[in-house]
């Protein structure tokens, strides 16, 4: 997985999986899903993030 931040366009990017992106959809305003051609989630897409996320910069792991 692939944790990106675009400070240029504030976007807040998860890639989960590393293949083309077939369709997208905006399931909430400023949230973003891809999917490939199976119907699978590739990544997800903050618009604004630094309005939305408390340290857009910052990304802690967590394992249990």
Known sequence: MKVRYDT?????T???R???VE????EKPG???DYDKHGHIVSI???DASLRV????KVT????
């Open 8 to 12: 240029r366009t504030d976007t807040l």
């Open 14 to 16: 998860f890639v989960f």
């Open 18 to 20: 590393d293949v083309p």
């Open 23 to 26: 369709e997208s959809d905006e």
């Open 31 to 33: 949230v973003i899903l």
């Open 45 to 47: 897409e903050v618009l």
């Open 54 to 57: 408390e340290e857009p910069r």
């Open 61 to 64: 792991l967590v394992t249990e």
